[in-house]
Nanobody
């Protein structure tokens, strides 16, 4: 059974850090691009970051560049999102998603429809 499970969310003060994990079961992450998305109630889901499968190219939303870092550990079948210098506007439910697509660019990495499998999400709250 194909499954993605996010973990690592929680409550953190502004300026703090969290590391989210996206663990896969039922398939090997090596061959998939992995994206992180987030959603706030009443708003559309937005792309946060993506790491491609073929060359580990990384993409980031402008709002998180320089603060967030995506990485993968194929031995653990897990992708991470290191989030530093967190801001209250980063508060959202964070989802990871996997895609078999191999062609990625700055114009398509954040399109939800390009991803085939989704996790259930983990809540991140940035508040003092």
């Amino acid at each position: 059974q194909v499954q993605l499970v996010e973990s690592g969310g929680g409550l953190v003060q502004p300026g703090g850090s969290l590391r989210l994990s996206c663990a896969a079961s039922g398939f090997t992450l090596d061959y998939y691009a992995i994206g992180w998305f987030r959603q706030v109630p009443g708003k559309e889901r937005e792309g946060v970051s993506c790491i491609s499968s073929s060359d580990d190219r990384r993409y980031y939303a402008d709002s998180v560049k320089g603060r967030f870092t995506i990485s993968r550990d194929n031995a653990k079948n897990t992708v991470y999102l290191q989030m530093n210098s967190l801001k209250p506007e980063d508060t959202a439910v964070y989802y990871c998603a996997a895609s078999r697509n191999v062609y990625w660019s700055p114009s398509n990495w954040d399109r939800s429809a390009r991803y085939h499998y989704w996790g259930q999400g983990t809540q991140v709250t940035v508040s003092s």
